[in-house]
């Protein structure tokens, strides 16, 4: 996953109430032939389409008839290249925490449509703002996002800003802070057959998302590949510049930072970035997973959801879990 500019947002705050546009709209003919894994998750969600321009985002939503009272919604925002399945191993331990859960596919990306304003993150917080308008009004949310989604997250917060209590940004980029590391990518959109496409898919999972070779299994090989083959903004520039910076230093809200331990994003650099994000005034934590690379949620799903509910539920730690959980991750310095 490679994050790739476009112009500044210029997106006024809404106040318009839940609409009837909202729409069930029938399972792709992607999502028709997904990895059982996939489906067993997909069956428990409902899946609805907001506006999106001329088109449409599709929602999955998770949990709203088991949710506590008081904990937020929470929304999930996934990676550049990706869909909703980037939180595939997060999704049931979110539910059973009490969460009702909304996760897009974000505009240009997955089952939805191109975004009206843009090709790159700065294009999606509008759209996005009147889609979660119509599914749930101006209630207050947590959000995460990875990657991409992590930059998206943090350009929402800030152009409107009552929208989130909580954010937890998962590896974001846009810190001004590049890689150290050359990252070398195998191009695909070239590739005649299906089978030469899934052999680069594989190897862009471990050049860049997985550290272990075990991790790049059959099921993460499969969801590259749908999920590259379905981005149609491939040209995106913002990643590589201080554009979340800029707009944490206005969100008040909480934020909070998980990565992997061997991102290769974040690698040797870790102090650098904390040192960054302590200028923004609702920095709070950086966090590292032992054992896992950029698509940490994926790599190390146990340890990641632990830490997750750690931050989303104000850092309560349960006393009966907490020496599994010291074992299994780091804390970023």
């Not at 590949?225 to 206005?250: G, M």
Request: aromatic share 6%.
């Amino acid at each position: 996953m490679i994050e790739q500019g476009s112009p500044a947002i210029e997106a006024a705050a809404m106040t318009e109430k839940p609409s009837l546009s909202m729409s069930i709209p029938s399972p792709s003919a992607v999502e028709r032939n997904l990895p059982q894994e996939v489906m067993q998750v997909l069956g428990l969600a409902r899946r609805v389409q907001t506006r999106c321009g001329q088109g449409h985002i599709v929602w999955h939503c998770w949990g709203q008839e088991g949710a506590r009272h008081d904990r937020a919604p929470l929304v999930l925002l996934h990676g550049g290249s990706g869909s909703w399945t980037h939180w595939l191993r997060n999704i049931p331990a979110l539910i059973e925490s009490g969460r009702s859960v909304l996760v897009p596919d974000l505009p240009g990306f997955g089952d939805s449509d191109l975004p009206p304003g843009g090709k790159d993150a700065d294009a999606m917080p509008e759209p996005l703002e009147r889609g979660l308008c119509e599914l749930i009004g101006d209630r207050a949310c947590d959000g995460v996002g990875f990657s991409f989604g992590g930059m998206v997250a943090g350009l929402w917060a800030r152009v409107f800003a009552a929208r989130f209590s909580r954010l937890v940004l998962v590896a974001p980029p846009g810190l001004g802070r590049p890689a150290l590391q050359r990252i070398r990518p195998k191009a695909w959109r070239h590739l005649a057959s299906s089978e030469q496409r899934l052999l680069a898919h594989t190897h862009n999972l471990r050049e860049i998302m997985l550290y272990h070779e075990a991790s790049t299994c059959a099921l993460a090989c499969q969801l590259q590949q749908i999920n590259a083959e379905r981005d149609r903004l491939p040209s995106r520039r913002l990643s590589r510049t201080d554009v979340l910076r800029a707009a944490l230093v206005q969100v008040s809200c909480p934020v909070d930072v998980l990565y992997g331990q061997h991102d290769r994003y974040y690698l040797g650099q870790t102090a650098d970035i904390e040192t960054i994000l302590r200028t923004c005034p609702g920095f709070g934590r950086m966090q590292a997973i032992a054992g896992a690379g950029h698509w940490v949620q994926f790599e190390q799903p146990q340890a990641f959801n632990y830490a997750l509910l750690g931050l989303l539920n104000a850092g309560a730690v349960d006393p009966g879990h907490a020496g599994k959980y010291q074992s299994c991750r780091s804390i970023g310095t």
